[in-house]
């Protein structure tokens, strides 16, 4: 069984910092892009980031500069570094595998049945 589990948010200023980490069990996870994804409440899942399986990152324009998306294969981990945080990035953030791809790009669409984790909490305040 497919199980992702994210983890590493907190609450901080803005301007400060976090790492989120998304880990995952029952999946060949070095052939998979991975996503991470956030959702405020009454919205839609947004993609924020995602990485291929050669370590390829894309962003979403608002993170651009300020997020950055790693992986580790040997621990089926994926990252998300958070600088210099804004009030609106304040939102449950969750992370999604097999991703798909435009020439070896991940590409911002939810995998179909998708089975969402419980998200990690990130809340920055002013």
């Known amino acids: 069984q497919v199980q992702l589990v994210e983890s590493g948010g907190g609450l901080v200023r803005h301007g400060g910092s976090l790492r989120l980490s998304c880990t995952a069990s029952?999946?060949?996870?070095?052939?998979?892009?991975v996503g991470w994804f956030r959702q405020d409440p009454g919205k839609e899942h947004e993609a924020v980031a995602c990485?291929?399986?050669?370590?390829?990152?894309n962003y979403a324009g608002s993170v651009r500069g300020r997020f950055t998306i790693s992986r580790d294969n040997a621990k089926n981990t994926v990252y998300l570094q958070m600088n210099n945080l804004e009030p609106e990035d304040t939102g449950v953030y969750f992370c999604?595998?097999?991703?798909?791809?435009?020439?070896?790009?991940?590409?911002?669409?939810?995998?179909?049945?998708?089975?969402w984790g419980q998200g990690t909490q990130v809340t920055v305040s002013p």
């Open positions: 999604a595998a097999d991703l798909p791809t435009i020439r070896s790009l991940c590409i911002f669409v939810v995998p179909p049945n998708v089975n």
């Open positions: 990485i291929s399986t050669t370590s390829d990152p």
């Open positions: 029952g999946i060949a996870f070095d052939s998979k892009e």
